[in-house]
């Protein structure tokens, strides 16, 4: 049964109003906090490419108008009367989800992002108990249940925090999963806003690190990152020298590639996860599958709980996304600049700008 809530806080954002078109200031409502609530006054959201992707409609299902962002990070400024694990001050995210059915067996092991009912998104979803849309980070202020805040460590800054919320857990719960670590040789395709947070967590675990990307014109930053090897896939050669090399591969990227060539260079029983959508499906050969027993698998984000547990791994181990922060007027050119992987390797918008 749906609820009507009649107490409302005026918001202001920046808002897709039809698929394709550029974004543009937009005043919308969130609801007065209820008893679990916390309501945050948002500093910074970052811009993920499934962002570009959903106000574009390229996944289908897009509803309009829409204010995308899901790599939130703000401070709180209000609780319900029955919220117990935050309080006005505290430094908070939210991240792709803000609820789930919490009975389900995913839910009940804490993997609400695997939620059997569907998951609550953050932005072009649906409020499960009101049946109003849900709007994103791309503004001033939210209102999130309380087990669905994330608590940002005291030494991670908001600007570089905020993409933790997605880039971070998305890399973060494979290689958590698939065990990377000492030992382990671990291959990133793509060093973008995904891929560079793989390099710097797999390095953190103790994995043997490289990263395969079109050219070498990033290696430097790479490097720098942690990898211990860095190759243009570019190159016919690569895929000769790597033959049966990797434990896991990790693809970041969305593009339209042949899997087939990358699963040739996992080690018997090593896996092939997918985190990029391409647009186009990807044909797949058996026996690259069959002849060394290797898997081909995906992930989609994290739980609240083990995203929980990467913000704390990442403040142990010193490690944030490296973030170029625009005002909200710049958001239009920041998705040309996306498409183009002309970006260092996340944008971050400063939501004081917001007019």
Known sequence: MQIQNT?????????????????????????VPREHDVLIDIKFCGICHSD????????????????????????????????TKYKVGDKVGVGCLVDSCRTCVSCREGLENYCENGSTGTYNSTDRLTGDPTQGGYSNKITVDENFVLRIPDSIPLDVGAPLLCAGITLYSPLMHWKAGPGKKVAIIGLGGLGHMGVKIAHA??????????????????????????????????????QSHFDLIINTVSAKMDWNQYLQLLKRDGTLVILGIPEEEVALGAFPLIGKRRNLAGSLIGGIKETQEMLDFCDKHKIACEVEVIPAQKINEAYERVLKSDVRYRFVIDMSTLQ
């Not at 990307?213 to 090897?229: F, P, T, Y």
């Open 7 to 31: 107490k409302m806080i005026p918001a202001k954002g920046m808002a897709v109003l039809k698929a394709k078109a550029p974004l543009v200031p937009y005043s919308f409502e969130r609801r």
């Open 52 to 83: 570009i992707h959903q106000a574009r409609d390229e996944w289908g299902a897009s509803n309009f108008p829409m204010v995308p962002g899901h790599e939130i990070a703000g401070i709180v400024s209000e609780v319900g009367s029955k919220v």
């Open 205 to 242: 675990l103790g994995a043997e690190v490289t990263v395969l990307s079109q050219s070498l014109s990033k290696i430097e930053d790479g490097k720098r990152m942690g990898a211990d090897h860095y190759y243009a896939t570019s190159d016919a050669t690569t895929f000769e020298k790597l």
